[in-house]
């Protein structure tokens, strides 16, 4: 894996999964925004847009790997995580296919962080 350099706290990585899954399905939900909102705060949000916007997925997967590796290696805090991005997925009432893919995906990912 390619060394990409990590600026970001602990906080600001959680805001940047939880934007890249947000707009996994290429929309983002008033809903959505506003739960994103109640785990960080909108400067996270914003610098992790920055950062999304002008990357691409595969990019995108390798520093969440490299942020889970870093910052949710204790099973609880990735468990929470996840339980954060399935209720983000269900602010709308509804989880596509491709929110179960990236979720599926990076449950994957987190279990190979142990």
Excluded at 79 to 106: P, S, W
């Amino acid at each position: 894996m390619k060394n990409i350099d990590i600026p970001y706290s602990k906080e600001e990585s959680k805001a940047f999964i939880l934007f890249y899954c947000a707009q996994i399905d290429f929309t983002l939900s008033r809903e959505e925004l506003e739960y994103m909102k109640s785990k960080t705060n909108l400067k996270n949000i914003t610098k992790a847009c920055k950062e999304i916007c002008r990357s691409n997925d595969y990019q995108i997967i390798q520093r969440i790997q490299l942020l889970v590796h870093k910052y949710w290696r204790m099973e609880d805090d990735r468990n929470r995580l996840l339980r954060d991005i399935k209720a983000l997925f269900l602010t709308d009432g509804k989880c596509n296919q491709l929110e179960r893919n990236l979720y599926r995906g990076l449950y994957q990912l987190f279990a190979s962080n142990n």
